[in-house]
C-alpha cells in the first residue's frame, strides 16, 4: 500500500523538521538524560518534569534535545507529544505499545513485574497481539515500517530508553 508508506514518510518528515517540544528545562528542578546510540550517532537529551503533587504523578513537562537521524529525531518528537500530560502508568503502556510495535520485548521496563517473557521468535503476526488495546500510537504508528530494518531500531527507541532512564533517575 504505497499511499500509506507516503502518509508515513510524511508525518515522519514532519516531526523531523518542525520537532515538537524542543529545547530545554532547568535542571533542577527537571532531570535531565542523555542518551547515544553509537550505530548511528543519534544523540538525545530528554528534560523530564514530573508533577507529583498530583495522583498518579503526571509528566508536567518534557524538553528534547540532541541530534541525529530522522528516525531518531522523529521519533523524539513524538514520543515527546505522545507523553506529555500522561500518568506514568500512561507512559509506561505507551512505551510497551511502542516496543511492541519495534518486535522487542523487552524484560527491562521500570517497574515490570511480569515481563520475563523471552523475545522468542514470535514471528511478525504476533506483534499486533502485544499491544495493549487502548493504546493508540498515534503518529508513532508512521514509524511502524521501521522495524523492517534492524539496524534503525535503535534510532527509533533510543529516545524512549533515554526516557525510561530519565523517570528512573527522577522517581529514584
Ligand atoms: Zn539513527
Given at each position: 500500500m504505497p499511499g500509506l508508506e507516503d502518509l508515513y514518510r510524511e508525518i515522519i518528515l514532519d516531526h523531523y523538521r518542525?520537532?515538537?517540544?524542543?529545547g530545554e528545562l532547568e535542571s533542577p528542578p527537571a532531570t535531565r538524560t542523555e542518551g547515544f546510540n553509537p550505530l548511528c550517532g543519534d544523540e538525545i537529551v530528554v528534560y523530564l518534569e514530573l508533577d507529583t503533587t498530583s495522583d498518579p504523578a503526571k509528566v508536567r513537562d518534557i524538553k528534547i534535545g540532541g541530534q541525529g537521524c530522522s528516525i531518531s529525531q522523529s521519533s523524539a518528537s513524538m514520543m515527546s507529544a505522545a507523553v506529555k500530560g500522561k500518568t506514568l502508568a500512561d507512559v509506561k503502556d505507551l512505551t510497551r505499545a511502542f516496543k511492541a510495535m519495534m518486535s522487542i520485548h523487552e524484560q527491562t521496563l521500570p517497574g515490570e513485574g511480569h515481563g520475563k517473557e523471552e523475545a522468542g521468535d514470535s514471528g511478525l503476526g504476533s506483534v499486533e497481539a502485544d499491544i495493549p488495546d487502548e493504546v493508540n500510537l498515534g503518529d508513532l504508528e508512521a514509524l511502524r515500517g521501521v522495524v523492517k530494518f534492524p539496524v534503525r531500531i535503535k534510532c527509533a527507541t533510543l529516545s524512549w530508553n533515554t526516557l525510561a532512564q530519565c523517570i528512573d533517575e527522577t522517581i529514584a
Open positions: 518542525s520537532p515538537r517540544n524542543k
